[in-house]
């Protein structure tokens, strides 16, 4: 229960950075137009998550109660790959990678905070 408390742990918190590192940049690139995305709380509390009916990767399996200790905020729609390639562009930053599974308006993936 430890691992996978301390892997949802880690991907809350690359989510949180790389929104602010996305408003972050939105802001910097046009300071006439502040770009903020429409965000939700998620509060603190208990929910269920995996695989219930068997047919994803065994990763997800068995179902199991995960904890949030403490509320956060979180954009309300997925970032795609097109805002994040026009924010790549204007930064000087590498694209994120897409597997070959296509980009423009599907959530972007494979983001790696902090590098350049």
């Given at each position: ?6 892997a949802h742990k880690i991907t809350g918190l690359a989510v949180l950075l790389l929104l602010v ?96």
């Amino acid at each position: 229960m430890q691992k996978i408390w301390q892997a949802h742990k880690i991907t809350g918190l690359a989510v949180l950075l790389l929104l602010v590192f996305i408003l972050t940049i939105l802001i910097a690139c046009n300071k006439d137009e502040y770009l903020i995305p429409e965000m939700v709380m998620v509060k603190a509390g208990n929910f269920q998550m995996g695989d219930e009916v068997g047919d994803l990767w065994n990763g997800c399996r068995p179902v199991h109660t995960v904890t949030l200790t403490y509320d956060f905020w979180v954009g309300k729609y997925p970032i795609t790959f097109a805002e994040y390639d026009d924010s790549c562009q204007s930064t000087e930053r590498d694209q994120a990678y897409d597997h070959l599974w296509g980009r423009e308006e599907r959530p972007v993936i494979y983001v790696i905070p902090g590098l350049p």
